[in-house]
Each structure stands twice: as C-alpha cells, then as structure tokens.
C-alpha cells in the first residue's frame, strides 16, 4: 500500500521569507501523481500544485513550487514571499490510476506571521 | 461557478441514531469521493463513485456506513447507529475525471459531526 510522509507536524515564518514543506512517499509503481493540498481555518480543501510522475520538470504555480526527486522519492514544496494568507494545514497526497483514492499524509501546519 | 456543497455544516447526534451527509458535487463532475478527517486518524478514504456506481468501498470501516449516490449527481452517506468513534470532519470530494487521470479533484467545506 501507499504511504505518504510528513516529517514536519509544524512551521512557522516571517511574512515574505520563503518555506520549504517537506514529504516523502512510498509506492512501487512508476506512473502517478502528487499533490499539495492547503486547508486553511475555513476547513476547505484547495489544490495548491500537482505533479505527474512522469513529467521530469517541477510544476511551479505562480510563488509554489516543487521539487520533485521521483528516485528519491520526495516532493517538497517551496512556497516563496510567503503571505499571511498562506497560513494553514498544508497536505501532501498521492494518486495512483486503479486506487482511484487520494492518500494523504498526516498535514502540516504552517504559521505565516507578520 | 458554484462549487462542491455539503450538508449540514455540522452536525451533532446522539450515540446510537443514524445520520445522513449530503454532498452536492460540480456539475458534470463524474466521480465522487467521500473522506473522513479526524484527529487520530487524519485524512481517510471512504469510498468512491464513478457515475451511480461505486467500484471501491474498500474505506468504509464497518457495516454501519453506506453510501448511494443518484442520478450521477447527489451522494448520501449514511451512519447507522452511530459510535463516538465517528465523529470527525466528513469531506466530500469531486473530479471531472476518466478513470486513473489524476486530475484535482475539488473538496467541499466538510460536514463535521459530533457524536455525544
């Protein structure tokens, strides 16, 4: 089964510094996606970036990006000239075709303050 | 437009009585997804819905949950009987998707449930 990673339960920055979310995942198979999730006090789920595995290039969206190392296992996501409004729980989360099933890890929450 | 909705926003019951969850997905979304948010056990796949039809129902954790959904629209999870166990932040999920297409798929607000 696929297990998902987040060593970091917590996070705190400065307004505009940058922040690095760490994950790391677990899974046999080659072809699948990933993805970042933000859930802020609202309680709703907003897809932040997605990754295919089989594209070699990091998704960027505007100040989020990822570093995805498909060796290694691990797809961190850098969110640059954080805002206070980036303050939230933010989920890593895997896809594989056939499961048909998001798994997520456990979250972590971000602190963005001014 | 008008974006995946879900009622009651909360929800508080007495143990043993049986709850129904609405979740009203994007239109022209085909699959649907229901998970289960809870402090233990985090972010939790319940089941999903492909049109009317649910090929996995491998989350649900007991007997006592059920799903149905209609019209390829409207979904219903049902709790019989319910444990404190239970309560949680149910979140309902929906994705324009081909089957294994890993596209987002779009959460709505949850209802959260509070068994006493």
């Known amino acids: 089964a696929q297990t998902v990673t987040q060593s970091q339960p917590e996070m705190s920055v400065q307004e505009a510094e940058t922040v690095t979310l760490s994950c790391t995942y677990d899974?046999?198979?080659?072809?699948?996606?990933l993805f970042w999730y933000k859930q802020p006090p609202s309680r709703q789920m907003i897809l932040v970036i997605r990754q295919e595995a089989y594209k070699q290039q990091n998704a960027t969206e505007n100040r989020f990006s990822v570093n995805f190392q498909k060796a290694a296992k691990s797809f961190s996501l850098k969110i640059s000239d954080s805002q206070l409004g980036d303050t939230a729980m933010y989920f890593c989360?895997?896809?594989?075709?056939?499961?048909?099933?998001?798994?997520f890890g456990k979250g972590m929450k971000l602190t963005v303050n001014p | 437009g008008a974006g995946v909705s879900q009622s009651p926003s909360n929800k508080v019951t007495e143990k043993g009585k049986d709850v129904e969850l609405r979740c009203d997905p994007i239109?022209?979304?085909?699959?649907l997804y229901w998970y289960r948010q809870s402090l233990g056990q985090g972010l939790e796949f319940l089941i999903y819905?492909?049109?009317?039809?649910?090929?996995?129902k491998s989350g649900l954790p007991s007997d006592r949950f059920s799903a149905e959904r209609t019209g390829g629209s409207v979904s219903t999870l049902t709790i019989q009987r319910t444990q404190q166990e239970d309560s949680a932040v149910y979140l309902c999920?929906?994705?324009?998707?081909?089957?294994?297409?890993?596209?987002?798929?779009?959460f709505g607000p949850g209802t959260r449930l509070t068994v006493t």
């Open positions: 239109s022209g979304h085909t699959a």
């Open positions: 989360a895997f896809f594989q075709g056939g499961s048909e099933k998001l798994v």
């Open positions: 999920a929906s994705s324009l998707a081909p089957v294994g297409s890993g596209f987002e798929q779009y």
């Open positions: 899974t046999s198979e080659s072809n699948y996606y």
């Open positions: 819905f492909q049109g009317n039809s649910a090929p996995d």
